[in-house]
Each structure stands twice: as structure tokens, then as C-alpha cells.
């Protein structure tokens, strides 16, 4: 046991990831939601929010077929966004 003394840790800050806009997929349509390059084809995003996101099948990822129309689209595209393991799905867009 050490007596007086102290040990001081600098912890890193958090690092923040999201989606980047400039890696997105051209085949999104349009509009605020976006799927980058990043993804990982998991399925989550397209179970979460089925009318809004598909698979490419030649690319085996997920891209935006329709942007939120709805309170209810918005809220699970955003669920979507907060679940995506790879954080691969942006909602900083412009339409």
C-alpha cells in the first residue's frame, strides 16, 4: 500500500463517430437520412424501419429508399440511426 500518494489518470475524451456525409452511397434518395460507406449490411435499420431503408443486393448494403413522411417514419428512421451498430446511417443532410 502507497501512503500519500496519488495518481492522477487522464481519461480520453469520447470519441464521437457518426455517419459522413462525403462517404455516402449515391443510390440514397435524396433528403435528410443517408447510409455511408461504412456499413456492414446487419439488417438492423431495414427491420427497424422496413418502408424506408433496402438492400442493395450487388453491393450487400443498405441505402435509403424513401425519406421519413411521417411522425411515426421519422421517429423509426431515427431509431434506426441510434441503433446502427457501425453508426453508418446520417441524418444531417440537406433535401
Do not use: H, W
Not at 500500500?1 to 452511397?25: E, H, Q, R, T, V
Not at 418502408?51 to 421517429?75: C, I, L, M
Amino acid at each position: 500500500m502507497l501512503l500519500g500518494c496519488s495518481f492522477n489518470y487522464i481519461l480520453p475524451k469520447k470519441l464521437k463517430f457518426m455517419a459522413d456525409i462525403a462517404n455516402k452511397y449515391s443510390i440514397n434518395v435524396p433528403g435528410k437520412y443517408y447510409v455511408d460507406n461504412q456499413c456492414i449490411d446487419c439488417d438492423l435499420c431495414r427491420e427497424t424501419a422496413p418502408a424506408n431503408f433496402a438492400r442493395s443486393d450487388d453491393g450487400g448494403y443498405s441505402f435509403v429508399t424513401k425519406q421519413p413522411a411521417t411522425p411515426e417514419e421519422e421517429a423509426l428512421c431515427k431509431e434506426a440511426k441510434e441503433g446502427c451498430p457501425v453508426e453508418a446511417i446520417g441524418d444531417n443532410a440537406s433535401a
